[in-house]
């Protein structure tokens, strides 16, 4: 079945699944019919005469190395997927992908500059991240004010479901003071928990692999 539509999100899909592939097409040829149109689409349109070649072409078309499985996931594949997402699991998945929760910006005095801005601090897995700036990250993914609110109550509540809990450490304060902390898995296996077995359901996945399909 081919399903044609300029909708943004036509379909509830995950990423990686086979059920709906997705693909964005030019619209170089769409429109009001023009003479250059016409000549391209002249020899599809004479199939219509003789559609038994068009047939014969199909049969005999050598289809014995052809896996159904394996397909490349497109970005408009992966949009879509993200739509369908809650904000926590689309926000969190984007971490994981760009391998960063949260850029702390630095800055240092110098004479005659005053404050410079200098590098960034990145927190990503393995580091020991106050809870506060995963709070803020996630409102800057979903252009919300950060604050104190319930949100962050089903906020965590949906985080931990896709973190392989036992092995987070949470609520450290060390050099953080009195921040809340937590510490997540390597990426590696954050990623493969995220993967196969969020929500506390092993093998329920999105059947994507980070190296393949996302160039890691």
């Known amino acids: 079945t081919i399903i044609s539509t300029n909708e943004g999100f036509m379909c509830p899909k995950d990423i990686g699944s086979r059920r709906y592939y997705i693909l964005d097409l030019s619209n170089k040829f769409a429109g009001i019919l023009t003479k250059e149109k016409k000549e391209h689409f002249k020899p599809i349109w004479e199939i219509a005469e003789q559609p038994e070649l068009f047939a014969y072409y199909l049969y005999t078309r050598d289809i014995s190395e052809y896996e159904a499985a394996d397909f490349e996931e497109t970005e408009i594949g992966i949009a879509v997927a993200e739509q369908g997402m809650s904000n926590t699991k689309a926000w969190y ?54 604050g104190s609110s319930k ?66």
């Open 93 to 146: 998945y984007r971490c994981l992908v760009n391998d960063e929760f949260y850029a702390e910006e630095q800055k240092q005095y110098v004479e005659g500059q005053g404050m410079v801005k200098t590098d960034d601090i990145i927190y990503r897995c393995g580091d020991l991240m106050p809870k506060v700036y995963l709070e803020k990250s996630y409102c800057n993914y979903t252009g919300s004010e950060w």
């Open 151 to 216: 949100r962050w109550t089903q906020m965590w509540r949906d985080l931990y479901k896709m973190i392989p809990r036992k092995k987070i450490d949470a609520g450290q304060r060390l050099q953080f003071q009195r921040r809340h902390c937590v510490i997540f898995p390597d990426l590696e296996t954050t990623r493969s928990f995220f993967l196969d077995g969020w929500g506390g359901e092993p093998g329920a996945g999105m059947g994507l692999s980070f190296e393949k399909d996302l160039g890691y």
